[in-house]
């Protein structure tokens, strides 16, 4: 059996960098980088003033943080869908698309803004974690630092070393699984 941990260790990093790291509160806000967050972005933009679809799309980018860059392919599909909800107009101006909040998108945006600023507290956290998780402690940095030489491993050691150190991180593996069995 051949593991090729480089390859692994590179998904899992990809992974964890898609998702915004190890912090549930980033991996929970990457979560929100889809259309439901370019939506609720863009309502809020027109909140301000009208605009056209490219102006929206910077300024959703400026709400982000510069976290999300929406394309035109993006973002004029969901003005459509907007459009059709009843939550923008458009109008033309020297044949340019001018988008602005209706009355029932402006009540929509204000339902989104209160539910933002609203309590935030224990009993409204999606991740629903334990307090006792600590996801910068020594166990996540214990597996980052076996990552890391899993990785040089795999770059540079001999397909004996290889077996040698995938047979140790099974054996790992297994002793965990006994300190968790022991309770």
Request: charged share 30%; hydrophobic share 35%.
């Amino acid at each position: 059996m051949n593991i090729d941990l480089k390859a692994m260790f590179d998904s899992l990093n990809e992974n964890i960098r898609s998702l915004g790291g190890f912090s549930p509160e980033q991996v929970r806000q990457s979560g929100l980088l889809g259309d439901e967050a370019i939506r609720n972005l863009v309502l809020r933009s027109l909140k301000t003033a009208p605009k056209t679809g490219h102006e929206l799309s910077a300024a959703v980018s400026e709400l982000s943080g510069e976290r999300i860059k929406p394309t035109p392919g993006r973002i004029y599909p969901l003005l459509e869908s907007l459009l059709d909800e009843g939550l923008v107009s458009v109008s033309s101006k020297k044949d340019r698309k001018i988008y602005s909040l209706t009355e029932a998108g402006s009540e929509a945006e204000a339902k989104l803004e209160n539910e933002l600023s609203g309590d935030h507290s224990e009993t409204s956290n999606t991740w629903a974690l334990p307090k006792w998780v600590d996801v910068r402690g020594v166990v996540p940095i214990a597996a980052s630092r076996l990552a890391k030489v899993s990785l040089e491993v795999s770059q540079f050691g001999t397909k004996e070393q290889q077996e040698l150190a995938a047979a140790a991180i099974d054996d790992a593996r297994k002793r965990i699984h006994e300190i968790l069995s022991e309770k």
